[in-house]
């Protein structure tokens, strides 16, 4: 059983940074790929990127490439993702999600993720 919380949203103003965080319970995290999904009003949830179980693999939507970056620290059960150059486009409720998965295979399917947090809000204005 893996918990996690989200944090590190707000609002900013278009061109800013964030870092959100996201917490792990359990002394199963470092086995488990991690995501971060997104979801706007009225649209379905996003895959925005994701990080193998050990950090040294990412995968990143088209949208985020460039600016948004994934790392995780396994010593302190969380996952990270900086983003930089934030966009209108980016306002969202920010999700963290975690995969029983010890592999360098990154999914991008919500339904592959076995676990999720409550999610932040992002709100970025222009």
């Known amino acids: 059983q893996v918990q996690l919380v989200e944090s590190g949203g707000g609002l900013v103003q278009a061109g800013a940074s964030l870092r959100l965080s996201c917490a792990a319970s359990?002394?199963?995290?470092?086995?488990?790929?991690m995501g971060w999904f997104r979801q706007a009003p009225g649209k379905e949830r996003e895959f925005v990127g994701g990080?193998?179980?050990?950090?040294?693999?990412?995968s990143y939507a088209d949208s985020v490439r460039g600016r948004f970056t994934i790392s995780r620290d396994n010593a302190k059960n969380t996952v990270y993702l900086q983003m930089n150059s934030l966009k209108p486009e980016d306002t969202a409720v920010y999700y963290c999600?975690?995969?029983?998965?010890?592999?360098?295979?990154?999914?991008?399917?919500?339904?592959?993720?076995?676990?999720w947090g409550q999610g932040t809000q992002v709100t970025v204005s222009s």
């Open positions: 999600a975690a995969r029983m998965y010890i592999g360098n295979y990154l999914s991008r399917l919500r339904n592959d993720y076995d676990y």
């Open positions: 359990g002394r199963t995290f470092s086995r488990c790929a």
């Open positions: 990080i193998n179980w050990s950090g040294d693999v990412t």
